[in-house]
């Protein structure tokens, strides 16, 4: 059982969804808020992924929601790079 431990963890938990996944209920965070929990461990592989999530979610993503997280927290300048990293990688 994961309990939340910091501010963000009690937003992300807030907003999880119920998915069946083998046969089994489980809580799923969102794309935004993995993104965000991401953000804020700042581990270069953290960062690869985030941007892995923004080639895959691009269109789905809420990105109010995901620029007033980051300027909460103080990532909102990490999260713009890592989208333009990753929209250089697009126009490649």
């Not at 309990?3 to 009690?10: A, E, G, R, T, Y």
């Amino acid at each position: 059982c994961w309990l939340p431990k910091k501010p963000f963890d009690h937003d992300a938990l807030a907003r999880k969804k119920r998915k069946l996944v083998l046969g089994k209920k489980i809580n799923i965070i969102s794309a935004e808020d993995l993104i965000i929990s991401k953000l804020l461990i700042g581990r270069e592989r953290d960062y690869e992924d985030i941007k892995t999530i923004l080639l895959r979610q691009k269109d789905k993503l809420e990105m109010d929601y995901l620029n007033w997280q980051t300027a909460k927290y103080g990532s909102s300048e990490k999260l713009q790079a890592l989208i333009n990293d990753t929209i250089t990688k697009l126009d490649k």
